[in-house]
């Protein structure tokens, strides 16, 4: 016993799990035997004389008559099944028994037949019976190459067989119409798809002797809602016809096609092999009978499942009796003529109307109940030659004589009826189509229902007298309705304008009713079931398909047609089918509200009912309260399996009584047989034990029991049991009130537009809930019928799909309670269920007498609350099953718990429901209607005056009323009528309650904080305080989490948190009024990331401090003039720009640099216009109170002039330079934005002006011009540059002798501009400032470092928190190791050290959010503004290369101040005596060899210049080539001249010692002569090596090359001489100048120029220096070289 507690799963090998039982017939004396065998069966077939048994371990069992097995036993009992050995090795899953052969499938989905095979059953061609089980391939042949499908199931019949694949279609091989394969050819030997189902989901197959059925799952939505035709795509039939009457409008949409022919790519029409010839259909007792035997035939290949519905477009009207068809092509005048003449026969004119009144009807259809199917069937067949059409008119038959396809109506087919209508049916026709548009019962198509589109279908194909009597048959909704019983849900519509297959009479009484405004239709059956429960739960939206024979109605098409291709069964589309079994000449389908429709043969009353006709779904008559869970069908008999009273399955018996010994019933219909009426019990049921599963074949019927261990397999079935009833409970309360009560006509006027969207919201909650019962319950009877295991649960492992449908529904209910939906709801249901509303109280479950209807209603939609406690008992006592240290137990004991713990909190939320409706019913009307609201529930209230205001006046009145959303603050004055005149709403998620201290004041204080105000409240006692104050912050934190609506509210923290995220709009701040604010607060205040929209369109998104914006912020402003937005994005300081940020203004401006006090304000950029709008120009410098103050720059695009000096109040104001694109040059002094005082003027071609200006370009006043020539003139001036002058002075020409000091009057530019030092001032404060320090160098260290932490981190942050600025990886992993601060030593800097700053250095300046690498962006983008573009001036060039020196000292002194152990400009470092080698491995690539002395030399140059100058090289050097043009181009030349001399021609002429030149040089790696004709090969190495003078940057980088050649040159020349060779420079120098003059450097001159301007000094007279002297002295050789 303890072994079978451990779990359920070790009970299968027990024995007492799958033991099979099996008996024939139904009477009392049958006793089942039991099978033994060693191990549990776990399916069984059975066909017509043997049967085959699934085991566990996958062992296929067999037993019957097996005439198949030629050599062996061919006859064994079923009380000794043999073994089919074949199988063995296999792993079957599942069996399958046709009436004389047999199918097994292996869990890798291969198939395996044996038995009869005559019409090819098995799939084995060449071979009559099949002795053995056999693989058979199911092969995809559209696939290249063919691959095998795998199997989910498999089905036999008599002459077929069928496979479901994994791709859930159909696969059919065999003889016979019921393959419903497009073929005429048969056997088919080989499985071939069924075409007519692909693209459809289907679920499980089943096969009759002679026919088969699909359960197939409904198309999604957006499939089957396509435009539906006006003509039926095979007998090009209309599909909807209408008649006016005298008084009334008669519309027929019962278009019905003869599906029964099989359509072949030629357009013959051919009957299939085996198939009788259709039957005529007798149309009405005053027409014509008309035979269908030739039907119409579709030219074209079978249309598929997606042409289906793609009929031709075409219109009726119905005039003077006749039926006019037309298409939209032109018709011939004798098919015109045909038209009519079959219109005449058969037309819907009111002469021809055999229905005059319904009384009439209602005798009519007395008369045909008493006539039996079988009289009528035989009649009509008799009937069915009298009559031949002409063969042209076949395929314009009218509607009512054609069985097939009966789609819905849609508006683009009814438009064309109404506008051809018109003119012969006047207003009548437009009043009748909006009364249809009003009921949208024509236009109204319910998505989710696949097969009423798209596919054909429907029936009755038979005569009107059978549709009748089959509208009569079935009481409410009728099972066999042809209509689309969703859409009828949908509407809820309880009188239909058109009924299906008769043609209905619309009065003028009933479409004045129609046109009343009413309630929007709500789906009451959910589309597609619930979302997230996807593939979880088994589908309830299915159909029926059939195909095959069908002379005994077993096709359910209301006929006894043939259908050569699968047609849906439309009436049972809405029935949520689960399961189909098909008998021999009967089919069966049971419901997931455990219902059972049976249809076919009743002639042993298999049935279940004897009802007429049967070729329609019928129910199968039950007692009420029996639900039926599994059903099997045998030859002529039926088995149902269905909970009863108590929870243990019963057994269900229909069909016809097997004697002993008889043989076949079939064969021998004597008086004998008795049968059933209806569906008896079978006694001996309870003594099976829990049956699992029913089968029948033959006359054999199986039933498979376990017996109940532990009490698991009962609980099992119990939590089973329970659930089918309750969902029978949910769908008979949808059916019979909430659907009648949402088509009540007063609804909308009694419930008030808010209640009614509430009711339609409850109702739609409703149904989703019941869809999700409905649907949990077919899974929990499959898994019975199958694993018989928890584990598989979806409600364990789900069960969030649950918890979370059932918060929604109860919140739905609440919602309608608390707005007083059911009160209002009692009038209207008081009309409906009249003053005894029994059904409700049953339905309800109330004892109660005289209870109010309302009351009612709360108590009957609260119900399924207490499934909830039905879950949570079943689960528990399941995990009883278990040890309790399991963890089965552990899993069912969570399971439980969460269902408990929801039922709960429902019923917590429902006395809150209760709670408020009272409230509100209490409360003063007119501040009911602004504060009551579906979702808001009352927690407490202080009427009973615990709670008033502190401060509050004499006579005022306060009441404070806690919602679970809002505290409403209620005031008025005492002697008012109106006690309460005034309220305020705090929303709870932007409150804040904090108790006050007693101790100093004595008062029970509580004081709340909303983001506009701060108000204190008196409690009357601690008490009361300590309610108000556990209740107020209970509501806050639900109000915030949102468990006041969802999830059970438990483990609630003791108080809210402080800071929160809350969206407010504000009234009363000045500064935000009306303006919304969503985002983080902190007590009150925002605080955090949000956003602020003002009602005029500002918009600010960033972060707030204490209320104001703070931090990083992006803030957008309409402009009021143009249609454009001001937009800031940048820092803010209590609600001001501050920092750095960028401003694009409306007008096409944009800012970028620091802002103070909302104005720009220290160093920015500024630019205006575009290149070309009317006047662009770009600004870069010091801001001052947003005026240009201090130094900038400022390039007029325009005029092509750019200034470089000092500004005062936006205007040029102090020294500046200024130069122009035509080469003009001034420097001096600005006064009120004009040149004026002393300055220098330089033109393009050296003529130069020093003295007094008075306006731009103006002279003014004394001074001294200058020619290119050296000639000069001194006086005083007047006159503009460049248009003329006035001169008074005197004219000087210096003479020829004088000496060259006294002509050297050249002026020396950069006296009268800033100095350097001066230039970007403000940069360098903006560095130190936020370093921490007032002024450069005044500041802590360590705070210094914390500073740049901070920055880097909070940026970084920013820059994670906007995608749009993200860095890249590289330096994602730099900010990360530049956060780390390096660790500072005590004592003198060791080269280590100084290795260490210099590598910490070239990573701050890259990272551009460091403030050194911020710093560097600014002076570089400074620098370019400068000196590119107009600043691309030769005379700029010292000024240039002074502002990069001082750039060096300032940041020099930064570094001193962040590394305060650094030595000095000029200071030495110590080498480390250990490796001299080290040094110079760790500062080859940055630094300069020197002298050898025991240290090195710290200079700002060495250490920054490798980071400062690779970005300032392009503007800086382009100046040095405009500077040394000249020059350059006279080196140029000479150096182009001499390189066409050979190499010994040119060592020679240069006069290198013929020592030194090569006698071979290495060519293509082989050693050649050195001959006359030679050239570029001597010293290659060398001049290549001098060639990467101009890929480097820095001084020391040139230098080291210049190093490396002399090394290279050496090298050669050592390889001919002797090792101890020393240099003298005579011997040196013409090897090096042909060196250089093979190199080829283009701008060589600029290079030595830049190279001797940024030289470290202390190099200059070491080796680098004596190189450098050598480079200098070859570059003017070159140049004054002379050749002859």
Same mark, same amino acid.
């Given at each position: 016993?303890?072994?079978? /507690?451990?779990?359920?799963?070790?009970?299968?090998?027990?024995?007492?799990?799958?033991?099979?039982?099996?008996?024939?017939?139904?009477?009392?004396?049958?006793?089942?035997?039991?099978?033994?065998?060693?191990?549990?069966?776990?399916?069984?077939?059975?066909?017509?004389?043997?049967?085959?048994?699934? *085991?566990?371990?996958?062992?296929?069992?067999?037993?019957?008559?097996?005439?198949?097995?030629?050599?062996?036993?061919?006859?064994?009992?079923?009380?000794?099944?043999?073994?089919?050995?074949?199988?063995?090795?296999?792993?079957?899953?599942?069996?399958?028994?046709?009436?004389?052969?047999?199918?097994?499938?292996?869990?890798?989905?291969?198939?395996?037949?044996?038995?009869?095979?005559?019409?090819?059953?098995?799939?084995?061609?060449?071979?009559?019976?099949?002795?053995?089980?056999?693989?058979?391939?199911?092969?995809?042949?559209?696939?290249?190459?063919?691959?095998?499908?795998? *199997?989910?199931?498999?089905?036999?019949?008599?002459?077929?067989?069928?496979?479901?694949?994994? =791709?859930?279609?159909?696969?059919?091989?065999?003889?016979?119409?019921?393959?419903? &394969?497009?073929?005429?050819?048969?056997?088919?030997?080989?499985? @071939?798809?069924?075409?007519?189902?692909?693209?459809?989901?289907?679920?499980?197959?089943?096969?009759?002797?002679?026919?088969?059925?699909?359960?197939?799952?409904?198309?999604?939505?957006?499939?089957?809602?396509?435009?539906?035709?006006?003509?039926?795509?095979?007998?090009?039939?209309?599909?909807?016809?209408?008649?006016?009457?005298?008084?009334?409008?008669?519309?027929?949409?019962?278009?019905?096609?003869?599906?029964?022919?099989?359509?072949?790519?030629?357009?013959?029409?051919?009957?299939?092999?085996?198939?009788?010839?259709?039957?005529?259909?007798?149309?009405?007792?005053?027409?014509?009978?008309?035979?269908?035997?030739?039907?119409?035939?579709?030219?074209?290949?079978?249309?598929?499942?997606?042409?289906?519905?793609?009929?031709? /477009?075409?219109?009726?009207? %119905?005039?003077?009796?006749?039926?006019?068809?037309?298409?939209?092509?032109?018709?011939?005048?004798?098919?015109?003529?045909?038209?009519?003449?079959?219109?005449?026969?058969?037309?819907?004119?009111?002469?021809?109307?055999?229905?005059?009144?319904?009384?009439?009807?209602?005798?009519?259809?007395?008369?045909?109940?008493?006539?039996?199917?079988?009289?009528?069937?035989?009649?009509?067949?008799?009937?069915?030659?009298?009559?031949?059409?002409?063969?042209?008119?076949?395929?314009?038959?009218?509607?009512?004589?054609?069985?097939?396809?009966?789609?819905?109506?849609?508006?683009?087919a009814l438009n064309n009826l109404v506008s051809s209508c018109a003119s012969a049916v006047g207003e009548r026709v437009v009043s009748t189509y909006e009364a249809l548009s009003l009921k949208k019962m024509i236009n109204y198509y319910y998505p989710g229902v696949g097969g009423v589109a798209g596919v054909p279908g429907g029936f009755p194909g038979g005569?009107?007298?059978?549709?009748?009597?089959?509208?009569?048959?079935? @009481?409410?909704?009728?099972?066999?309705?042809?209509?689309?019983?969703?859409?009828?849900?949908?509407?809820?519509?309880?009188?239909?304008?058109?009924?299906?297959?008769?043609?209905?009479?619309?009065?003028?009484?009933?479409?004045?009713?129609?046109?009343?405004? +009413?309630?929007?239709?709500?789906?009451?059956?959910?589309?597609?079931?619930?979302?997230?429960?996807?593939?979880?739960?088994?589908?309830?939206?299915?159909?029926?398909?059939?195909?095959?024979?069908?002379?005994?109605?077993?096709?359910?098409?209301?006929?006894?047609?043939?259908?050569?291709?699968?047609?849906?069964?439309?009436?049972?589309?809405?029935?949520?089918?689960?399961?189909?079994?098909?008998?021999?000449?009967?089919?069966?389908?049971?419901?997931?509200?455990?219902?059972?429709?049976?249809?076919?043969?009743?002639?042993?009353?298999?049935?279940?009912?004897?009802?007429?006709?049967?070729? #329609?779904?019928?129910?199968?008559?039950?007692?009420?309260?029996?639900?039926?869970?599994?059903?099997?069908?045998?030859?002529?008999?039926?088995?149902?399996?269905?909970?009863?009273?108590?929870?243990?399955?019963?057994?269900? !018996?229909?069909?016809?009584?097997?004697?002993?010994?008889?043989?076949?019933?079939?064969?021998?219909?004597?008086?004998?047989?008795?049968?059933?009426?209806?569906?008896?019990?079978?006694?001996?049921?309870?003594?099976?034990?829990?049956?699992?599963?029913?089968?029948?074949?033959?006359?054999?019927?199986?039933?498979?029991?376990?017996?109940?261990?532990?009490?698991?397999?009962?609980?099992?079935?119990?939590?089973?049991?329970?659930?089918?009833?309750?969902?029978?409970?949910?769908?008979?309360?949808?059916?019979?009130?909430?659907?009648?009560?949402?088509?009540?006509?007063?609804?909308?006027?009694?419930?008030?537009?808010?209640?009614?969207?509430?009711?339609?919201?409850? %109702?739609?909650?409703?149904?989703?809930?019941?869809?999700?019962?409905?649907?949990?319950?077919?899974?929990?009877?499959?898994?019975?019928?199958?694993?018989?295991?928890?584990?598989?649960?979806?409600?364990?492992?789900?069960?969030?799909?649950?918890?979370?449908?059932?918060?929604?529904?109860?919140?739905?209910?609440?919602?309608?309670?608390?707005?007083?939906?059911?009160?209002?709801?009692?009038?209207?249901?008081?009309?409906?269920?009249?003053?005894?509303?029994?059904?409700?109280?049953?339905?309800?479950?109330?004892?109660?007498?005289?209870?109010?209807?309302?009351?009612?209603?709360?108590?009957?939609?609260?119900?399924?609350?207490?499934?909830?406690?039905?879950?949570?008992?079943?689960?528990?006592?399941?995990?009883?099953?278990?040890?309790?240290?399991?963890?089965?137990?552990?899993?069912?004991?969570?399971?439980?718990?969460?269902?408990?713990?929801?039922?709960?909190?429902?019923?917590?939320?429902?006395?809150?429901?209760?709670?408020?409706?009272?409230?509100?019913?209490?409360?003063?009307?007119?501040?009911?209607?602004?504060?009551?609201?579906?979702?808001?529930?009352?927690?407490?209230?202080?009427?009973?005056?615990?709670?008033?205001?502190?401060?509050?006046?004499?006579?005022?009145?306060?009441?404070?009323?806690?919602?679970?959303?809002?505290?409403?603050?209620?005031?008025g004055v005492v002697p008012y009528k109106s006690l309460f005149s005034t309220h305020h709403v705090f929303p709870l998620a932007t409150l804040w309650v904090e108790p006050i201290p007693e101790e100093n004041t004595g008062l029970h204080g509580l004081k709340l904080i909303s983001p506009e105000e701060t108000f204190t409240l008196l409690a009357c006692s601690?008490?009361?305080?300590?309610?108000?104050?556990?209740?107020?912050?209970?509501?806050?934190?639900?109000?915030?989490?949102?468990?006041?609506?969802? $999830?059970?509210?438990?483990?609630?923290?003791?108080?809210?948190?402080?800071?929160?995220?809350?969206?407010?709009?504000?009234?009363?701040?000045?500064?935000?009024?009306?303006?919304?604010?969503?985002?983080?607060?902190?007590?009150?205040?925002?605080?955090?990331?949000?956003?602020?929209?003002?009602?005029?369109?500002? #918009?600010?998104?960033?972060?707030?401090?204490?209320?104001?914006?703070? $931090?990083?912020?992006?803030?957008?402003?309409?402009?009021?003039?143009?249609?454009?937005?001001?937009?800031?994005?940048?820092?803010?300081?209590?609600?001001?720009?501050?920092?750095?940020?960028?401003?694009?203004?409306?007008?096409?401006?944009?800012?970028?640099?620091?802002?103070?006090?909302?104005?720009?304000?220290?160093?920015?950029?500024?630019?205006?216009?575009?290149?070309?709008?009317?006047?662009?120009?770009?600004?870069?410098?010091?801001?001052?109170?947003?005026?240009?103050?201090?130094?900038?720059?400022?390039?007029?695009?325009?005029?092509?002039?750019?200034?470089?000096?000092?500004? @005062?109040?936006?205007?040029?104001?102090?020294?500046?330079?200024?130069?122009?694109?035509?080469?003009?040059?001034?420097?001096?002094?600005?006064?009120?934005?004009?040149?004026?005082?002393?300055?220098?003027?330089?033109?393009?071609?050296?003529?130069?002006?020093?003295?007094?200006?008075?306006?731009?370009?103006?002279?003014?006043?004394?001074?001294?011009?200058?020619?290119?020539?050296?000639?000069?003139?001194?006086?005083?001036?007047?006159?503009?540059? $460049?248009?003329?002058?006035?001169?008074?002075?005197?004219?000087?020409?210096?003479?020829?002798?004088?000496?060259?000091?006294?002509?050297?009057?050249?002026?020396?530019? $950069?006296?009268?501009?800033?100095?350097?030092?001066?230039?970007?001032?403000?940069?360098?404060?903006?560095?130190?400032?936020?370093?921490?320090?007032?002024?450069?160098? =005044?500041?802590?260290?360590?705070?210094?470092?914390?500073?740049?932490?901070?920055?880097?981190?909070?940026?970084?942050?920013?820059? +994670?928190?906007?995608?749009?600025?993200?860095?890249?990886?590289?330096?994602?992993?730099? &900010?990360?190791?530049?956060?780390?601060?390096? =660790?500072?030593?005590?004592?003198?800097?060791?080269?280590?050290?100084?290795?260490?700053?210099?590598?910490?250095?070239?990573?701050?300046?890259?990272?551009?959010?460091?403030?050194?690498?911020?710093?560097?962006?600014?002076?570089?983008?400074?620098?370019?503004?400068?000196?590119?573009?107009?600043?691309?001036?030769?005379?700029?060039?010292?000024?240039?290369?002074?502002?990069?020196?001082? !750039?060096?000292?300032? #940041?020099?002194?930064?570094?001193?101040?962040?590394?305060?152990?650094?030595?000095?400009?000029?200071?030495?470092?110590?080498?480390?005596?250990?490796?001299?080698?080290?040094?110079?491995?760790?500062?080859?690539?940055?630094? @300069?060899?020197?002298?050898?002395?025991?240290?090195?030399?710290?200079?700002?140059?060495?250490?920054?210049?490798?980071?400062?100058?690779?970005?300032?090289?392009?503007?800086?050097?382009?100046?040095?080539?405009?500077?040394?043009?000249?020059?350059?181009?006279?080196?140029?030349?000479?150096?182009?001249?001499?390189?066409?001399?050979?190499?010994?021609?040119?060592?020679?002429?240069?006069?290198?010692?013929?020592?030194?030149?090569?006698?071979?040089?290495?060519?293509?790696?082989?050693?050649?002569?050195? *001959?006359?004709?030679?050239?570029?090969?001597?010293?290659?190495?060398?001049?290549?090596?001098?060639?990467?003078?101009?890929?480097?940057?820095?001084?020391?980088?040139?230098?080291?090359? #210049? =190093?490396?050649?002399?090394?290279?040159?050496?090298?050669?020349?050592?390889?001919?001489?002797?090792?101890?060779?020393?240099?003298?420079?005579?011997?040196?120098?013409?090897?090096?100048?042909?060196?250089?003059?093979?190199?080829?450097?283009?701008?060589?001159?600029?290079?030595?120029?830049?190279?001797?301007?940024?030289?470290?000094?202390?190099?200059?007279?070491?080796?680098?220096?004596?190189?450098?002297?050598?480079?200098?002295?070859?570059?003017?050789?070159?140049?004054?070289?002379?050749?002859?």
């Amino acid at each position: 016993m303890e072994s079978q /507690r451990k779990s359920s799963d070790e009970e299968d090998s027990s024995g007492e799990r799958g033991s099979l039982h099996t008996w024939k017939g139904y009477s009392y004396s049958v006793t089942p035997e039991r099978v033994l065998l060693s191990r549990p069966v776990l399916q069984a077939a059975l066909g017509t004389r043997h049967g085959v048994l699934l *085991v566990e371990g996958g062992q296929v069992y067999s037993f019957g008559e097996f005439p198949w097995k030629q050599s062996q036993v061919s006859e064994v009992g079923p009380l000794k099944p043999v073994l089919e050995s074949a199988l063995s090795g296999q792993r079957v899953v599942a069996v399958a028994a046709g009436s004389f052969h047999s199918g097994a499938l292996t869990e890798d989905g291969g198939v395996h037949m044996w038995g009869e095979n005559s019409f090819g059953q098995c799939g084995l061609s060449s071979l009559t019976v099949v002795p053995n089980p056999t693989p058979v391939a199911v092969m995809d042949p559209d696939t290249s190459p063919p691959h095998t499908i795998r *199997v989910l199931e498999l089905a036999c019949g008599e002459q077929h067989s069928l496979a479901l694949s994994a =791709q859930h279609e159909v696969w059919a091989w065999g003889s016979g119409c019921q393959l419903g &394969l497009v073929t005429t050819i048969f056997p088919v030997w080989k499985p @071939q798809k069924v075409e007519h189902l692909v693209g459809r989901y289907v679920l499980q197959v089943a096969c009759g002797a002679f026919h088969s059925l699909a359960l197939v799952r409904c198309l999604p939505p957006q499939e089957s809602r396509r435009p539906l035709p006006d003509k039926c795509g095979q007998c090009h039939q209309l599909l909807y016809t209408m008649t006016d009457k005298e008084d009334h409008v008669i519309i027929s949409d019962s278009h019905y096609c003869p599906l029964g022919v099989e359509l072949l790519a030629e357009g013959e029409t051919r009957l299939g092999p085996g198939r009788s010839p259709p039957l005529g259909l007798l149309s009405s007792p005053s027409e014509p009978l008309l035979s269908s035997h030739a039907s119409a035939s579709a030219p074209g290949p079978h249309p598929s499942i997606t042409e289906h519905t793609d009929y031709e /477009r075409g219109r009726t009207v %119905a005039q003077n009796g006749e039926v006019l068809t037309t298409t939209d092509a032109d018709i011939s005048a004798s098919g015109t003529d045909s038209d009519r003449a079959v219109g005449g026969v058969g037309g819907a004119g009111s002469q021809n109307s055999p229905y005059p009144d319904d009384q009439a009807v209602k005798e009519y259809l007395k008369k045909l109940s008493d006539t039996t199917l079988a009289e009528e069937t035989a009649k009509m067949t008799i009937a069915g030659a009298s009559f031949q059409p002409p063969a042209d008119s076949l395929d314009l038959l009218t509607s009512d004589l054609i069985p097939g396809v009966m789609p819905v109506t849609t508006s683009s087919a009814l438009n064309n009826l109404v506008s051809s209508c018109a003119s012969a049916v006047g207003e009548r026709v437009v009043s009748t189509y909006e009364a249809l548009s009003l009921k949208k019962m024509i236009n109204y198509y319910y998505p989710g229902v696949g097969g009423v589109a798209g596919v054909p279908g429907g029936f009755p194909g038979g005569p009107v007298e059978v549709r009748v009597r089959l509208e009569e048959s079935m @009481q409410g909704k009728k099972s066999c309705s042809t209509g689309d019983i969703r859409e009828e849900e949908a509407e809820g519509l309880s009188r239909r304008l058109s009924l299906p297959g008769l043609l209905s009479q619309v009065s003028p009484r009933l479409l004045r009713r129609a046109s009343r405004p +009413r309630v929007r239709a709500v789906p009451l059956t959910p589309v597609g079931g619930l979302p997230e429960a996807g593939e979880l739960l088994p589908s309830l939206q299915t159909e029926v398909w059939s195909w095959g024979r069908g002379e005994e109605g077993q096709l359910g098409h209301g006929d006894n047609l043939p259908r050569l291709q699968p047609l849906c069964i439309k009436c049972l589309s809405s029935k949520e089918v689960v399961l189909v079994a098909a008998g021999a000449h009967h089919s069966l389908a049971l419901t997931a509200q455990s219902q059972v429709f049976s249809w076919g043969s009743n002639s042993s009353g298999q049935l279940g009912h004897m009802a007429s006709p049967t070729t #329609i779904p019928r129910l199968a008559k039950l007692s009420e309260g029996i639900r039926v869970w599994d059903v099997g069908a045998g030859a002529q008999h039926t088995l149902l399996l269905a909970d009863g009273d108590c929870y243990q399955p019963i057994l269900y !018996y229909s069909g016809q009584q097997v004697r002993e010994g008889a043989q076949d019933a079939t064969q021998d219909q004597t008086e004998g047989y008795s049968y059933t009426q209806q569906p008896v019990l079978l006694p001996f049921c309870m003594n099976l034990g829990y049956v699992s599963g029913v089968f029948a074949g033959g006359q054999s019927c199986v039933a498979l029991a376990d017996r109940n261990v532990m009490g698991f397999i009962a609980s099992l079935h119990e939590l089973a049991a329970a659930e089918r009833k309750f969902y029978c409970k949910l769908s008979s309360v949808k059916n019979h009130i909430l659907r009648p009560l949402l088509d009540l006509e007063s609804l909308s006027t009694a419930l008030g537009p808010a209640s009614t969207v509430l009711l339609q919201s409850l %109702a739609r909650c409703y149904s989703r809930l019941c869809h999700l019962t409905g649907q949990h319950s077919a899974s929990l009877t499959a898994n019975l019928r199958r694993r018989r295991e928890f584990k598989s649960l979806v409600m364990l492992e789900h069960a969030s799909i649950f918890l979370d449908t059932y918060n929604e529904y109860c919140c739905s209910v609440g919602n309608f309670l608390v707005m007083g939906g059911f009160q209002a709801l009692a009038k209207p249901s008081l009309e409906f269920f009249g003053k005894c509303p029994e059904l409700l109280q049953r339905l309800a479950e109330s004892s109660e007498e005289n209870i109010p209807l309302s009351d009612l209603l709360v108590t009957l939609f609260y119900l399924p609350m207490r499934h909830l406690h039905e879950y949570g008992r079943l689960l528990l006592k399941l995990g009883t099953c278990f040890e309790v240290s399991s963890v089965d137990y552990q899993k069912l004991q969570d399971g439980c718990s969460k269902f408990e713990a929801l039922a709960l909190h429902l019923k917590r939320r429902r006395k809150e429901a209760e709670y408020t409706y009272h409230f509100w019913k209490s409360f003063p009307g007119k501040m009911t209607d602004s504060l009551r609201k579906p979702r808001r529930r009352l927690i407490c209230e202080s009427s009973n005056k615990a709670l008033t205001l502190q401060n509050s006046g004499r006579f005022s009145v306060n009441w404070f009323i806690l919602f679970n959303d809002a505290l409403v603050h209620a005031q008025g004055v005492v002697p008012y009528k109106s006690l309460f005149s005034t309220h305020h709403v705090f929303p709870l998620a932007t409150l804040w309650v904090e108790p006050i201290p007693e101790e100093n004041t004595g008062l029970h204080g509580l004081k709340l904080i909303s983001p506009e105000e701060t108000f204190t409240l008196l409690a009357c006692s601690s008490m009361e305080k300590a309610k108000w104050l556990r209740s107020i912050n209970q509501a806050v934190d639900q109000a915030m989490t949102g468990a006041g609506q969802s $999830g059970s509210g438990a483990g609630q923290r003791a108080e809210p948190p402080i800071s929160r995220t809350a969206s407010y709009t504000f009234y009363k701040d000045s500064r935000l009024k009306e303006a919304t604010y969503e985002g983080r607060w902190l007590a009150g205040k925002p605080n955090g990331r949000g956003m602020v929209k003002w009602l005029d369109g500002k #918009i600010y998104t960033g972060t707030f401090k204490n209320g104001l914006e703070d $931090g990083f912020g992006d803030y957008v402003m309409p402009s009021k003039t143009l249609n454009l937005n001001d937009h800031y994005q940048g820092h803010w300081k209590e609600g001001k720009m501050h920092g750095i940020g960028t401003y694009k203004y409306a007008t096409g401006e944009l800012y970028e640099g620091s802002f103070q006090d909302n104005m720009r304000h220290g160093h920015g950029m500024l630019r205006s216009g575009t290149l070309n709008s009317s006047s662009p120009s770009v600004f870069i410098g010091q801001w001052v109170h947003d005026k240009k103050t201090g130094y900038g720059v400022f390039d007029d695009i325009t005029r092509g002039e750019k200034y470089m000096g000092m500004w @005062q109040d936006d205007q040029r104001q102090g020294t500046g330079v200024i130069v122009t694109q035509f080469g003009l040059y001034y420097e001096g002094a600005f006064n009120n934005n004009k040149m004026q005082g002393t300055g220098v003027l330089l033109s393009e071609d050296n003529t130069t002006f020093e003295g007094e200006f008075s306006e731009d370009w103006t002279l003014n006043g004394k001074g001294v011009l200058t020619m290119p020539n050296g000639d000069y003139f001194e006086g005083s001036f007047t006159g503009e540059w $460049g248009s003329g002058l006035k001169v008074t002075g005197s004219f000087f020409k210096p003479n020829l002798y004088d000496s060259d000091g006294d002509k050297g009057r050249a002026v020396k530019l $950069g006296r009268l501009a800033v100095p350097p030092e001066e230039k970007w001032r403000v940069v360098f404060e903006e560095c130190w400032m936020r370093l921490g320090c007032e002024a450069p160098g =005044q500041g802590e260290n360590q705070r210094a470092w914390e500073n740049i932490a901070v920055a880097l981190t909070t940026s970084r942050r920013q820059h +994670r928190d906007s995608p749009e600025m993200n860095l890249s990886r590289t330096q994602n992993r730099m &900010l990360e190791s530049l956060e780390f601060i390096p =660790q500072q030593h005590v004592g003198p800097v060791t080269m280590e050290k100084y290795d260490s700053i210099r590598r910490y250095l070239i990573k701050a300046c890259d990272m551009p959010l460091h403030p050194l690498g911020r710093l560097m962006e600014t002076l570089v983008a400074v620098y370019r503004m400068t000196y590119v573009g107009v600043g691309a001036n030769r005379r700029l060039l010292l000024q240039a290369v002074n502002e990069i020196m001082s !750039y060096l000292a300032r #940041i020099f002194q930064l570094v001193r101040f962040l590394f305060p152990d650094l030595p000095e400009e000029g200071g030495a470092i110590p080498e480390p005596s250990s490796d001299p080698q080290d040094k110079k491995d760790s500062n080859c690539a940055d630094t @300069q060899l020197e002298s050898p002395k025991p240290g090195r030399v710290v200079s700002s140059s060495a250490l920054l210049l490798p980071v400062l100058l690779p970005r300032l090289y392009p503007p800086l050097f382009t100046l040095y080539a405009l500077e040394k043009e000249k020059e350059d181009d006279v080196y140029w030349e000479c150096v182009l001249r001499l390189n066409k001399q050979p190499d010994v021609a040119l060592l020679a002429f240069l006069g290198v010692q013929h020592k030194f030149w090569p006698v071979s040089v290495p060519v293509l790696g082989e050693k050649t002569e050195v *001959v006359s004709s030679t050239k570029d090969a001597c010293f290659a190495s060398a001049t290549e090596t001098l060639q990467q003078i101009s890929t480097t940057f820095t001084p020391s980088d040139k230098l080291q090359v #210049i =190093q490396l050649t002399f090394e290279e040159i050496t090298k050669e020349v050592m390889s001919s001489l002797e090792d101890n060779f020393l240099w003298s420079m005579d011997d040196l120098f013409p090897v090096f100048l042909y060196v250089v003059l093979r190199a080829r450097i283009r701008n060589l001159g600029s290079e030595v120029s830049l190279i001797e301007d940024l030289m470290d000094p202390c190099v200059q007279h070491g080796e680098h220096g004596i190189m450098f002297t050598t480079l200098k002295a070859c570059y003017y050789q070159i140049q004054h070289e002379k050749t002859t």
